[in-house]
């Protein structure tokens, strides 16, 4: 079994910072790439940042500048620092990873449980 858990969100006024974590544990062999989604209220759930396979970051254009995305010292975390948050970022956001469980010759899709982020205005 792979679990990811996310933690750091929360309520924040317009302006304000937030960094989520997510970790990676159970049976994992390898992980391929860990990245972090967005579903606001009525809209399909975008990528926010995440990490090509050449190791550079890549970001939504609504929030260049603003959020960065981070790996951990230990390998199966990443983060995602948000400064400068608008109420526009409101939004549940899910911790994406690929990874391949031991015992396994394939990757597998896992997504955490989602924290939520509200920005008041």
């Known amino acids: 079994q792979v679990q990811l858990v996310e933690s750091g969100g929360g309520l924040v006024q317009a302006g304000g910072s937030l960094r989520l974590s997510c970790a990676a544990s159970?049976?994992?062999?390898?992980?391929?790439?860990m990245d972090w989604y967005r579903q606001a209220p009525g809209k399909q759930r975008e990528l926010v940042a995440g990490?090509?396979?050449?190791?550079?970051?890549n970001y939504a254009e609504s929030v260049k500048g603003r959020f960065t995305i981070s790996r951990g010292g230990a390998k199966n975390t990443v983060y995602l620092q948000m400064n400068s948050l608008k109420p526009e970022d409101i939004a549940v956001y899910y911790c994406?990873?690929?990874?391949?469980?031991?015992?396994?010759?394939?990757?597998?899709?896992?997504w955490g449980q989602g924290t939520q982020v509200t920005v008041s205005s």
């Open positions: 994406h990873a690929v990874v391949r469980p031991l015992g396994s010759v394939s990757f597998t899709h896992y």
């Open positions: 990490f090509t396979s050449g190791g550079s970051t």
């Open positions: 159970g049976s994992i062999m390898s992980v391929n790439a």
